[in-house]
């Protein structure tokens, strides 16, 4: 089943990309803190957008505005059909084109229905 994490970021705001320009940057990520037996493929970040500050010399690579990262859940074929709670964490920097804020944590919830192999569903 594929998943996507929307975040929106106010218009002034924007976070480094997962894959920042400089090793000192906070990356963008999203962290499992709970899949209550679920298994997640690897998280799939967009490209980012390069961009520059009067703050730096090198353009830095930057989310803006909104954006999706995605993932696909399964579930292996021993979970009895259920309702599972999966619990991620987002965790980035916000930043405006004057000064960064400290990083943040935000926590991420929902749940997902466990059904039979051949199972149709809406």
């Known amino acids: 089943m ?16 997962h894959i920042p320009s400089a090793e ?3 990356p963008t990520s999203l962290e499992i803190v709970s899949l209550d037996g679920l298994r997640l493929a690897e998280w799939e970040y967009p490209a980012g957008e390069t961009k520059r500050f009067p703050f730096s010399e090198e353009p830095l690579k930057i989310y803006e505005g909104t954006f999706l990262i995605r993932g696909a859940l399964t579930a292996p ?23 960064c804020f400290p990083p943040k944590k935000q926590e991420v919830m929902f749940s997902v229905r466990v059904v039979p192999a051949g199972s149709v569903t809406r």
């Not at 074929?77 to 000064?99: F, G, H, I, N, W």
């Open 24 to 26: 000192y940057l906070i």
């Open 2 to 17: 594929g998943v996507g994490v929307k975040v929106s970021l106010a218009r002034e705001f924007n976070v480094n990309s």
């Open 77 to 99: 074929a021993d979970v009895p059909p259920s309702l599972k709670e999966v619990r991620l964490e987002l965790r980035y920097q916000a930043c405006t084109a004057e000064r």
